[in-house]
């Protein structure tokens, strides 16, 4: 578990992961009202927001992002068409 979301529970971090991964129109100020309204410090959804771009860029197994497994993350590989663990 991701240290800085170990307070969170689950549904509410999926949430957060849903909002990252496919909200592409809201700017990080909305995101960052959103994340605190469901539950999240300001620090946390700081910490969140900052983990917006890879979450642009790879796809994740449902529980193995960075939010729930800090760098330790599995993430999908176009290339060999699986899933792979980073770092």
Do not use: C, W
């Not at 509410?12 to 592409?24: H, P």
């Not at 890879?54 to 290339?79: A, E």
């Amino acid at each position: 578990m991701n240290p800085t979301f170990s307070d969170i529970g689950e549904h509410i971090l999926l949430t957060v992961e849903d909002q990252l991964t496919n909200n592409d129109v809201s700017d990080d100020d909305e995101m960052r009202e959103h994340f605190i309204e469901i539950g999240l410090t300001e620090t946390q959804a700081n910490a969140a927001l900052q983990l917006r771009p890879l979450y642009r860029v790879n796809l994740y197994m449902i529980g193995q992002s960075p939010l729930f497994q800090g760098d330790t993350t599995t993430s999908f590989d176009p290339h060999t068409r699986s899933f792979k663990r980073d770092r």
